[in-house]
Each structure stands twice: as C-alpha cells, then as structure tokens.
C-alpha cells in the first residue's frame, strides 16, 4: 500500500515509509530498524532466572500481559538470565538504548550489586541503576555507550572495552534481587532499540 504524492512537479509513491520512488530518476530506500522486546505475553521468551532463585512466568500482573519473575532461594543474589537469542541481538547494541520494567515484593532492607552483567567470559562490564525497583513496575531506560557510566571493576568503561564486550558477548544478566532477605522480583518489556 502506498502513498502518491506530487512535489515540485515530480511525481512519488511511498511505500511504507521503507523505498521511495521517484517519478524524476531518484530513488531512495530507508531501512527502518525494527527493536527487539521481549514482552513475556505468551511464555518466557528463553528468559531464566539464576540458580539462585526459583523462576517462574505469570500470563497475567505484567506491564502489562505477562511476565517472568523470580523467587529468592539463596543468600546469594540472584539474576534474569538472557537466552542466546536475545544476547545475540545485544551484540550489536552499542549506541542503542536498553529498557525494561522491574519490580520487587519489598523494598526494605535494600542492598547494592551490579544491576546489569554483560561478559564476554573474559571481561565483564557492569551497570547500576540510579535506584531500585519500586513494589509496582519501575521502568529503566539505558544507554549501551561510554557516557552512560559502564565500568569495567572499578573503572569507568571506554568505548573500546564495550565494544570488545558486545562483540564477544556471551551472557547478559539483569538483577533480580535487591532485598536481603527472602523475596521475590518480576521482569518484563525487555528491548534493545
């Protein structure tokens, strides 16, 4: 289905806002990236939790639809665990923007760990969020550059170690837990766009 539009004497069709042909020798073709979102509706999307906790999906409390969500086992913490699929898409998320939605059954008794895990089983980069997720969904929007706050142990990250990271990417982990204590924590509306 196009759209037929007259410009200066030319004449063009637009097709989906992808390929626009001209009617005076120009042509022109757009490629729209399409995000990625894992948005738990149907199932788990390969999504797990660690072995730190007992993981689980919901059809139903997600932002909204479904999602997937984790029950604390360990006194260890415990995270969201990505699948290969999703990871693959990661790789090559460097300048795009990471979002996804948290929540926990508690918010006492708070604790500090990296909140976000890439490795590459080498070198490992991690990111923590400005706060933690609230008892209802609390949305994270993240940055995948240099000027985001990365670090890489106890040094910010440069734009050469991500880059070397993604490129290598093997695991990609999100926090699930942020209460000491027993608890449990739910994830949804994850995409790389």
């Known amino acids: 289905m196009g759209l037929f539009e007259n410009v200066n004497g030319c004449s063009k069709v637009v097709l989906l806002s992808l390929i626009t042909i001209?009617?005076?020798?120009q042509i022109s073709i757009s490629k729209l990236a399409t995000p990625v979102i894992d948005s738990f509706d149907t199932d788990s999307q390969g999504w797990y939790v660690?072995?730190?906790?007992?993981?689980?999906?919901?059809?139903t409390g997600g932002y909204p639809g479904g999602y997937i969500y984790g029950n604390d086992n360990s006194p260890r913490t415990?995270?969201?665990?990505?699948?290969?699929?999703?990871i693959h898409e990661v790789q090559h998320g460097y300048g795009k923007t990471l979002r996804f939605d948290l929540e926990q059954s508690a918010t006492d008794a708070q604790f500090d760990a990296a909140d976000i895990i890439l490795t590459d089983s080498i070198t490992t980069i991690t990111f923590d969020t400005a706060y933690?997720?609230?008892?209802?969904?609390?949305?994270?929007?993240?940055?995948?550059?240099?000027?985001?706050?990365?670090?890489?142990?106890?040094?910010?990250a440069t734009k050469e170690d991500i880059q070397?990271?993604?490129?290598?990417?093997?695991g990609f982990r999100i926090r699930g837990e942020y209460r000491s204590g027993p608890d449990r924590g739910g994830l949804d509306n994850v995409s790389i766009r």
Do not use: H, M
């Open 22 to 25: 001209s009617g005076c020798n």
């Open 50 to 59: 660690s072995k730190e906790a007992v993981g689980g999906y919901s059809r």
């Open 78 to 86: 415990w995270y969201f665990v990505a699948p290969e699929r999703f």
């Open 132 to 156: 933690n997720p609230d008892t209802t969904w609390t949305g994270y929007s993240i940055a995948i550059d240099e000027r985001a706050g990365w670090e890489k142990g106890l040094l910010k």
């Open 164 to 170: 070397l990271v993604l490129q290598n990417l093997r």
